[in-house]
């Protein structure tokens, strides 16, 4: 294979990180994510949704924590050591998406990602979910974390 045919084509492509729910693959593209982190002292926050954890001290920043399981609806789950949080900011806050592990970075080309069936997209609760990458051996739901939440939500998260 020639070096010319190695290159990405970056203008049909794009970089997501991968993180997994249980068995369940997610994808984000790395754009929206300021950085990874491993789960610290969260500190208990009341009256606010049951999928927010807490906040935390980020390098002198509130960051507020977001249980990814429960905001999607899944059974939680204790951390133990693959247990990561996906930071993002998201209008003039910072958020931290607690996943179960964060596997890897991949490259999808436009070719390889299907939009998301009709009638799930049609959802309101589904906005969130954006396509579905094709693997070599399975496949990835693409989100865009920024849509994940109402505005009255977003409201209550930020206090």
Known sequence: MSYH????????????????????MYGVEISQVKEI?????????????DFVEGVLNLR??????VNLRKRL???????????????????NSTIGMMVDSVSE??????????EIPRFL?????SKFLK??????????????LKELFSEEELNEIKG
């Open 131 to 144: 396509g579905v990458g094709k693997l070599e051996d399975r496949l990835l739901t693409l989100m865009d």
């Open 105 to 114: 970075v991949k490259y999808l080309s436009s070719k390889n990602i299907e």
């Open 60 to 65: 002198g920043q509130i960051a507020a924590i």
């Open 37 to 49: 982190i491993l789960p610290t002292q969260i500190t208990r926050i009341p009256n606010v949704p």
């Open 5 to 24: 045919n190695q290159i990405v084509n970056v203008e049909n492509t794009i970089q997501v990180i991968v993180f997994n729910l249980g068995e369940e």
């Open 121 to 125: 997209a049609l959802k309101d609760e």
């Open 73 to 91: 609806g899944k059974e939680p789950k204790k951390n133990d050591e693959n247990t990561r949080i996906i930071v993002i900011e998201y209008d």
